[in-house]
């Protein structure tokens, strides 16, 4: 709790010194603009955020009743941006992974994408972070200088190692998301995956919406407005709208997103429910979903929804977290009814990286027996991630998983049996 509230109290102070800054500039200079920098660190200290790294200043006519597209990454997945910012044509914050030498990388890379893309230059914030064990290195800034702007984004996509791989330092995906998150200075934020587009005139739709919606303004406090998410085959060209979404799907270019790997996590968006509701000239709610132990959606919500929890790294369980937080503070999740992200390339079984049962063991752990319980005291509530479940005799129950060996003690789990054994010791 106390991590959230000093997360909190830093977006506060951001926020009250560009009020301050802003009120006190003479309006008829149009030029005028707040530089903003500042380092801290996550609530675990492992980690050091520099937000608003190389801030270019914000711009006297920026709109607070805005809606914010927040994402993060590594380095070699920074050309994305260049279709998100030319799609979304509004405010971005980006959280970058820069350990080590990255940092160099990733300090050429924000120049040369700023000089080469308009859209980014007017659009993108950034904020790096870095391991406090693996600082940031900047002493190859610049080696990049001589790359030309149609040879950038191909450079990017091959630079380094997947999230996963890097190094072998765990992937901060949290830690990244709350620095994207607290660097925003609009009302609303739509936080999702960097290689995930949403569909066109979502941001001025959304802020159509929200306006119409003024005098309803308070029923909304504790909504967030789900987004249903898909995935295109590589090679094909991420639909417009939803017409153009449903035509991928009958064409089999567009499925459901983790169709093959994780249907499960996006089933509350009940896509045949959502696909009959014809494309309105506006958008709107289409219906209210319920939340699902296993859901992950990606919503639009105010930027003062619960932080995502910082010690739930790698793979597993650091969306859900947050989604169950939610639902336990007594969110409703908003169903849009034209809305839609679209994740570039399908996701297949057998794709991940060599760890990832031992990281997803490990934060079933954390998230089971450390985190949901928490919630109720949290907020005072009888509400749960938790559902009871009837109790079934060993001699009737199908399927039973493995239990997971740690040292003496035994952890049932759905996971593959004994993941987190040491090295060398001997699996049942």
Request: hydrophobic fraction near 40%; charged fraction near 25%.
């Amino acid at each position: 709790m106390r991590s959230e509230f000093r997360l909190a109290a830093v977006l506060l102070l951001v926020q009250l010194a560009v009020l301050i800054r802003f009120l006190s500039v003479d309006n008829e200079e149009d030029n005028q603009s707040l530089l903003l920098a500042g380092e801290t660190i996550d609530f675990s200290g492992q980690y050091r955020i520099v937000h608003f790294y190389k801030h270019l200043g914000i711009p006297q006519n920026y709109n607070f009743y805005d809606l914010t597209l927040a994402t993060q990454c590594s380095v070699n997945h920074l050309h994305h941006l260049v279709e998100l910012a030319e799609r979304w044509k509004g405010p971005i914050s980006c959280g970058v992974f820069a350990p080590n030498l990255d940092a160099s990388c990733a300090d050429d890379a924000i120049v040369l994408l700023r000089r080469c893309f308009p859209y980014v230059k007017k659009h993108v914030t950034f904020h790096l972070v870095y391991p406090s064990e693996h600082p940031a290195d900047l002493s190859q800034v610049g080696s990049w200088s001589d790359v030309r702007c149609d040879e950038l984004l191909g450079r990017l996509e091959k630079f380094g190692k997947e999230n996963y791989a890097a190094e072998k330092i765990p992937f901060p995906h949290n830690v990244l998301r709350n620095a994207a998150r607290l660097g925003i200075i609009t009302e609303y934020v739509l936080l999702i995956d960097i290689d995930t587009v949403p569909n066109l005139n979502l941001r001025t739709d959304f802020n159509s919406f929200i306006e119409k919606s003024l005098l309803g303004r308070p029923m909304f406090d504790r909504t967030v407005f789900v987004v249903p998410a898909f995935e295109i085959k590589l090679g094909f060209s991420v639909p417009g709208d939803k017409i153009e979404l449903l035509e991928g799907v009958k064409n089999s270019t567009v499925r459901p997103f983790h169709n093959e790997t994780c249907w499960w996590c996006h089933r509350s968006e009940n896509f045949d429910l959502w696909k009959k509701i014809p494309m309105h000239s506006r958008l709107g709610i289409a219906f209210y979903a319920d939340w699902d132990k296993s859901w992950e959606p990606f919503y639009i919500s105010k930027r003062d929804v619960p932080l995502f929890d910082e010690r739930f790294r790698q793979y597993g369980f650091d969306r859900i977290q947050q989604i169950c937080e939610l639902h336990v503070a007594g969110y409703k999740f908003a169903v849009l009814n034209n809305a839609f992200v679209v994740h570039h390339g399908w996701k297949y079984k057998g794709k991940f990286y060599a760890s990832k049962d031992a990281d997803n063991a490990q934060n079933w752990i954390l998230f089971n027996y450390h985190f949901k319980d928490n919630l109720q005291s949290k907020y005072n509530t009888s509400r749960t991630c938790s559902p009871l479940q009837i109790w079934t005799p060993s001699n009737k129950r199908r399927g039973v998983p493995n239990p997971i060996a740690i040292g003496n003690a035994r952890v049932i789990s759905r996971f593959k049996p004994n993941v987190l054994a040491p090295k060398g010791e001997a699996r049942d």
